[in-house]
Each structure stands twice: as structure tokens, then as C-alpha cells.
């Protein structure tokens, strides 16, 4: 047994300090990025925001909408083979999200052999931790080769970023074990670690991993952000990306139960992806595992052109404060003050 008594962060635990700024304007910052990759030969430009792959914010109407600021929707993985065909003739979609279970791979290569193309992939698991895990991300891009851009996770500690990175085949890892809203892993397991310090550390170590001068390891936060404020801090704190599901909840683009009243929605019913309710509804609860997500009432939000607008202007409004003129530069712009030590050590 171990204990590490090193004080480790959440969002609400600091701020971010302004600093003496060239921007005049906010509508001066830039927040598209230009991204290479560690295994992928494709190049990327946008705002790194993902839409969650949960299967009521990962759809295809909120994609239809993000894309048009070039915000990227990871699809959620419970659509069939026809219909991911289907949107793919339509749409053009270009981000596709599976587990680790075979029948998952067989329908990723129903699609590529289907469309002739090479999706970008999304491996969502709740562990990433395992083996099998690691295993099925090397298989995945030794199978694919450097086509897709390949996102995976979760973890939160760095060593196993750098293990998907270097040996799983992974570009992108997805930072968070337990801070969602609608997560209860904390709180069934006692498993997690807290999200802003993950991303620091956990960013640390990706972006020290480099296959080429622009070519880097990248991390995406996943989970916990509540407020544009805590988008703010994941990306000052280190983030290249920042995946969203409980912010986008409501939107009129999510799909799932809603309660309509008078022809008008009121309220999603929004749950995490390993809730009871998940379960039940993509095949029955295991009796070897627990439910490890919470069901939530969400408040209709309205377009989710108005959640994104709402969340950018955050953004730009933050690095015009601490003297940043771009997202990439937010990062080297920051600097964090402690506000909540209650749970720490006095001594610290």
C-alpha cells in the first residue's frame, strides 16, 4: 500500500490569473489548431472539442451542427451496419466509435469494406488499463495502418498514456477515469484521480513522446467540465482536446427520452454509458459488474449552436485574459492559483 501525499487538482480547485495582453479584441483570437500525428499520416484543422460518443450527444444532427465550427462528434457506436452506411453516403462522416469486443471490429470492417474509406476511430472503454485493451489498439491500427486518426481511453495516469501511445498505436488518449456528471465510478470503486491534474501530467507525458519536429503524442480530457470555465482550465492546463457530453446534453440535436409537453421539450433523460440504464438497454446488466453511472433530468438547452457559441466565447474571453492570442499558446500563457485548500495538507 502506498500514498501519495502530493496535492492533486480538479477545476474547482484554481484559477487562472490574468496577465498583461497584445489582444485588443477577442474577436482577435484564434482558436482553430493545426494538428500532425504520432502514427496517423493525416493532418487536422479545427477546434479540438469532441462531441461525446454517448449515444445521446454522439449523434448525427449535433454533427450536422458542430461541423459547421469545424468541432468534431465522435458517432456513438450503438448504430447498426446500414445506418452507419448510410450516414456515411449522406453525411460524409469521418469520426466512428467502437468497443473492444469482436463483433465491433467486424462491423468497423463491414464499413470500410462497404464505403472503400478508412474512418477516423474512437475506442471508448471505461478501463483502459488492460491488457486486452492495449492489444486491440495495436491490432487496430497494425490491421489499418496510418489512415485513421485513432483516439482511445480512458486512463488518467501518466505511464499508460505513453504505453497506448508507443505500443497501443494511439494518437489521441482520452484523459479520465470517474469526473463525468453523469459517472459514479468515484463512487462505486473509489477509483479515479482528479481531472485537472491528470491532464497536466498526462500531457506532460504525451507531449514528450515525438515521431517527428510537428508530430507528438496528444491527450483529449474527458469528463468534468461543467461550465466553459472548466473547458478554459483543461486546455490552459494542457489538453489538446477537450470531449464534452454532459454540456451538450439538452440540446435539441441529442437524442434519447424526452419529456414533451405541449409539443414541447422540456427535459432529456441523459445517463452514463456504464448506468443501469445503458445497460439494460445494450444487452442486460452482468451480474459480475456493477453499475457505474447515474441517470440525470437535463433542462431543454435549446440548438446546440447556442451551448457552442456560449462555450467559445469563453474561451476566446480566457486567453485574451492571461495574455494568450491563440488556443495552441493557452497553455504557455497559463498560470494557476491554488483557491481551495481544504482538503489538502495545511503544510502544503
Keep these: 500500500m502506498k500514498i501519495n501525499n502530493d496535492p492533486k487538482l480538479d477545476f474547482d480547485d484554481v484559477l487562472l490569473v490574468p496577465q498583461r495582453s497584445r ?11 493545426n494538428f500532425s ?18 449515444d445521446t450527444t454522439g449523434t448525427v444532427a449535433m454533427s450536422n451542427v458542430l461541423t459547421k465550427y469545424k468541432i468534431p462528434t465522435c458517432l456513438h457506436k450503438h448504430y447498426d451496419k446500414q445506418q452507419y452506411n448510410d450516414i456515411i453516403i449522406n453525411y460524409g462522416y469521418q469520426w466512428y466509435s467502437i468497443g473492444i469486443k469482436e463483433n465491433d471490429l467486424d462491423k468497423l470492417r463491414y464499413f470500410c469494406q462497404e464505403t472503400k474509406r478508412v ?7 471505461a478501463n483502459g488499463y488492460t491488457d ?3 492489444n486491440f489498439c495495436r491490432n487496430l491500427r497494425e490491421e489499418f495502418g496510418s489512415d485513421p486518426i485513432i483516439v482511445a481511453g480512458n486512463v488518467c495516469t501518466p505511464e499508460m498514456v505513453q504505453e497506448l501511445i508507443l505500443h497501443g498505436g494511439v494518437d489521441i488518449v482520452k484523459v479520465g477515469i470517474g469526473p463525468g456528471s453523469a459517472c459514479t465510478t468515484r463512487l462505486k470503486t473509489g477509483v479515479g484521480y482528479p481531472q485537472l491534474s491528470a491532464i497536466i501530467e498526462c500531457g506532460h507525458a504525451a507531449h514528450g513522446l515525438r515521431a517527428g519536429q510537428s508530430r507528438l503524442g496528444l491527450i483529449c480530457a474527458d469528463g468534468g467540465c461543467r461550465t466553459s470555465s472548466d473547458v478554459c482550465k483543461a486546455f490552459a492546463a494542457g489538453a489538446d482536446f477537450v ?15 424526452w419529456n414533451i409537453e405541449n409539443g414541447q421539450k422540456q ?3 441523459f445517463y452514463g454509458m456504464s448506468s443501469y440504464e445503458a445497460q439494460q438497454k445494450y444487452g442486460g446488466v452482468k451480474d459480475y459488474r456493477a453499475s457505474e453511472g447515474r441517470v440525470k433530468t437535463i433542462p431543454y438547452k435549446g440548438d446546440a449552436s447556442l451551448i457552442v457559441e456560449d462555450i467559445l466565447g469563453g474561451l476566446r474571453s480566457a486567453c485574451a485574459y492571461i495574455g494568450s492570442t491563440s488556443l495552441k499558446d493557452m497553455s504557455k500563457c497559463a498560470e494557476f492559483n491554488m483557491v481551495n ?5 495545511q503544510s502544503v
Excluded at 474577436?27 to 489548431?33: A, Q, S
Excluded at 485548500?341 to 495538507?345: K, N, P, Q, Y
Design 267 to 269: 427535459s432529456l433523460q
Design 23 to 33: 489582444t485588443a479584441s477577442r474577436k482577435e483570437i484564434e482558436l482553430n489548431r
Design 132 to 134: 486486452d485493451f492495449v
Design 243 to 257: 470531449m464534452l457530453g454532459g454540456m451538450l446534453a439538452g440540446a435539441e440535436q441529442c437524442e434519447g427520452k
Design 37 to 54: 500525428f504520432y502514427h496517423s499520416k493525416q493532418k487536422w484543422n479545427g477546434i479540438p472539442i469532441f462531441a461525446a460518443n454517448m
Design 119 to 125: 474512418p477516423n476511430i474512437c475506442v471508448d472503454v
Design 341 to 345: 485548500r481544504t482538503h489538502f495538507d
